[in-house]
Every structure is written in C-alpha cells, then in structure tokens.
C-alpha cells in the first residue's frame, strides 16, 4: 500500500482542486483497492463542504491557500534585500510548496474532521423515492436499501455495531471479532421502537415511519429483539424463516399478525411462521431486493404507501370505498402506468394520472 504521505498528498490536492489528470487516475485506484479510504474521503469532502461563520476558524481553502503562498513566498524570497526572483518560476515555487506543505495540510484536514465529527452528520446512506440502493458497511457487511429508506450510524471501532434504519433494509451482516477481547462484536439494528441485535445473520426490516407496524424477517442466524423502554419481559428471538410484526409506537406489547398472512402463528413465542421451502428471491417480504414488489391482501391505501417509494409519485383517494379494495399480485419492471392499469383489471376502479400524481376512486 501507498505511504500515509502519498495518500494525504492525493487527497489533499483532489480537495483543493489542484489535482491533475494522473493524481485523480491514481486517487481513484486507490480508492477501489482500499474502500474504507473512500469513507475517510468522503468524511474529509463534508468538512471541506462546510460554512464556517464568521466568528469561527477561517474555510478550509482559505487556510489552505495561505500556507501555500506563505511556503512558496519563503522560497522565493532568494536575493539580498528581499527582492522576489522572477515571476517566471512561481508555478514550480508553487507546486514544490504544495508537495512540501500537502501531508500538514491533510493532517490538519483529519485533525479538524475529528474535532468536528461529532457536529457532522453522521455517516448516512439513503435510498430516495423510486430507487433503491446497496451498500457495503465499514464491517464489510452488506445493506440494501428499499426506496424512501435511510440508515446513519457512525464509527465501527468500538465494541458495538449500530446502524439506526428508518424504512426498509435488507441485511447480510459479517461476522466481526474485537482484537482486544477476542469477542464476537455484536450489530444492533435501531429500527422505530425496536431493537435487534445480531452476530451475523440475513435479516429484514421494515420500519417506515408513516406505517403502523414494524417488521422483522429472518432468512439465516439468530436476531434478539428488544423493545426500547419495555421492562416487563424478556427479548424476543427469531430463528430462521420466522417473522415478527410489532407496533411501531411501543405502546402495545403484543404482537399484530398481518390478517392476510397463511403462515401459522405460534402464539406461545409470538412469531409468525414463514415457508421455509420457498426460495429467498421469492419470498413477499425480500422480494424488493430481486427488485419486485410483491403484496398479498394489501387494502388500496396499504398498497398505495408502498406504489409511492416504488415509482415516487403521490397517490390520492378521492373517496374511502377505493381506500378498501384489496389486492393480490406483484409488480416487477412496469411503468406507473402499466402498473395501475394491470392493478384497474384487476380490481376495478377509475385511476387519472397526471405526471406523477395519481388520483384513484371507485366505481359506484
């Protein structure tokens, strides 16, 4: 690997955008051979990015800039009497007093990205409306992100792993050891009123904050779950192939199983059984990772929250009977249109789309 002072040079002039054609060929190498470079970059990138009132320390580039002119001025500064040499020669005083000055000014970069890390944002990745999004954690561990979803969590390098989600995400979570104690590092997911925690497992989640409910499926391992603030009873573990649907406002303990659902409810663990003969890629709950929305007994207003992440568009009722209509099926690579037009032979109902606003009632 590059010495820490090739890296800081690189990043340094990426930053301050000095670099060449090369320096960015080789930045970008290098990033691809070493991912967690790539976060320590972008971290550095935020900082570079931020307002400094007026008050405060001067803006990066600023900063930057006087050192170069002040290492280049003392170069310069060669005859008797302080007379500066010849103009001709300042792109090569300035370049020298970039190389000399890059591993200050990238330590100065990290020292202030430390002293205001905990003022950033914290490390955020987000799936808008109509897309969706993978990602590989610090951990090596995989996220899939369902559209209108977002998980932040912060540094790894403590004995804990946490990732707070608000919408859905798949996870594929790695196996981590600590150096210092030789323990497994434990991953706890904070999803709404909920808590799971894992040592290395497949699991979704679903917890979007404008729906009643939050769901935690489990394809392999082990996951305990807590509710936050819940000391009248143990946590809650899944095994694979079982699901558990909760209150997304931890006011109610028990568990809601969803009425379409035929799996069996096994009401001395509160969990709910799924089939375990069918394929992952086929399963209603991790079908949006193989990029298809599947439904099973959604009512028309259950049905409407999920066609609004998947295609972002706005749907509006314009009277309560289409709210209950209920629908069975899946979804895959149709357009907004396709898709109403095949759910309206379905079940009938009048749908007018406008751009992306979709405006639904019944057929009286």
């Known amino acids: 690997m590059e010495t820490p002072e090739r890296i800081w040079f690189l990043l340094s002039r990426s930053l301050s955008g000095d670099a060449t054609e090369q320096d960015k060929e080789e930045l970008n190498i290098l990033l691809q051979q070493h991912p967690e470079l790539m976060q320590q970059y972008e971290m550095l990138h935020q900082l570079w990015s931020v307002n400094t009132p ?44 970039a190389i000399v000055t890059a591993i200050g000014v990238g330590t100065w970069l990290f020292a202030a990205w430390k002293k205001k890390q ?35 969590y912060a540094s790894f390098n403590g004995p804990v792993r946490e990732v707070t989600l608000e919408g859905e995400a798949y996870f594929d979570v790695v196996h981590v050891t600590s150096a210092a104690t030789q323990q497994r590092k434990p991953f706890i997911v904070h999803a709404g009123s909920i808590d799971i925690k894992v040592l290395g497992t497949a699991f979704n989640v ?24 819940d000391k009248s009873g143990g946590p809650v573990y899944l095994h694979p192939n079982e699901k558990i649907v909760l209150p997304a406002n931890g006011a109610d303990a028990g568990i809601v199983k969803n009425p379409a659902s035929t799996a069996s409810f096994q009401t001395n663990q509160q969990i709910i059984r799924i089939d ?76 007018s789309i406008n751009n992306n606003e979709v405006f639904i009632k019944s057929i009286k």
């Open 54 to 97: 007026v008050h405060e320390e001067p803006a990066a580039e600023d900063k930057v800039s006087r050192i170069l002119q002040l290492a280049a001025a003392e170069t310069a500064v060669k005859q008797e009497g302080g007379q500066v040499i010849r103009i001709g020669k300042w792109r090569k005083i300035y370049w020298a007093a």
């Open 118 to 152: 905990n003022t950033l944002a914290a490390n955020e990745v987000v799936a808008p409306k109509g897309s969706k999004t993978r990602t590989i954690l610090p951990d090596g561990s995989t996220v899939w992100l369902n559209a209108g979803s977002r998980i932040v």
């Open 276 to 351: 375990s003969t069918v394929k992952e890629n086929e399963h209603p709950e991790t079908a949006w990772v193989f990029n298809r929305l599947e439904f099973r007994g959604d009512n028309f207003e259950q049905l409407a929250l999920k066609l609004e992440r998947w295609y972002n568009i706005r749907v509006y009722f314009e009277d309560d009977a289409a709210r209950h209509l209920v629908f069975n099926g899946s979804l895959q690579n149709e357009t907004v249109e396709q898709a109403f037009m095949a759910l309206k032979e379905a079940v009938p109902f009048e749908v």
């Open 206 to 229: 679903k917890s979007y904050p404008e729906e009643k409910t939050i769901e935690t499926t489990l394809i392999r391992g082990l996951v305990q779950i807590t509710r936050k603030g």
